[in-house]
């Protein structure tokens, strides 16, 4: 094997291979975050039923207002860890619930840290982050 110099090509594909690796290995979790007064302790399916609007209430009775994040990575992990769900059927999900005149998609918020600001203001509030935007001003229900 002779050991030629790689082509511009050749690098460029390595270089851009790397570097999609190296994005997997850098996100982090979601976490699941509420408004610090609430006490209720919750389960993936009980979130699930929260944001997929068969439920407004958290266990225990006190009203439960979701708020999602913008399209992109951290939303489609959530939608799919925690909702069972790809982009696709929530948004064929929510057509059918907007059509009939049933439930409403949750809040959509343009960043995380609005919907940490949306949670730490909002006493019914429940809402997801990656782990290392989670702060004192929210409390982490689930990771």
Same mark, same amino acid.
């Given at each position: ?5 790689? *082509?511009?090509?050749?690098?460029? @594909?390595? +270089?851009?291979?790397? &570097?999609?690796?190296? +994005?997997? @290995? &850098?996100?982090?979790?979601?976490? $699941? ?16 039923? $929260?944001? +997929? ?19 992109? #990575? @951290? !939303?489609?992990?959530?939608?799919? =860890? ?7 059927? @929530?948004?064929?999900?929510?057509? !059918? ?5 049933? &439930?409403? #998609? ?24 990656? *782990?290392? =935007? &989670? ?5 982490? +229900?689930? !990771?």
């Amino acid at each position: 094997m002779t050991n030629k110099p790689l *082509s511009f090509a050749r690098k460029t @594909l390595l +270089l851009l291979g790397l &570097a999609c690796a190296g +994005l997997g @290995l &850098a996100r982090a979790d979601a976490v $699941i975050i509420v408004h610090p007064s609430n006490t209720a302790s919750i389960d993936d399916e009980q979130v699930s039923k $929260i944001f +997929l609007g068969q439920t407004k209430t958290f266990p225990g009775g006190a009203e439960a207002t979701p708020v999602d994040n913008k399209e992109g #990575p @951290l !939303r489609e992990d959530f939608s799919n =860890k925690v909702l069972k769900k790809s982009p696709a059927q @929530l948004k064929a999900l929510w057509a !059918r619930q907007i059509f009939t005149g049933g &439930a409403k #998609p949750p809040r959509e918020l343009a960043s995380e840290d609005e919907v940490l600001k949306f949670v730490a203001s909002t006493p019914g509030a429940i809402g997801y982050v990656d *782990s290392s =935007k &989670a702060n004192s001003s929210v409390k982490v +229900l689930k !990771r």
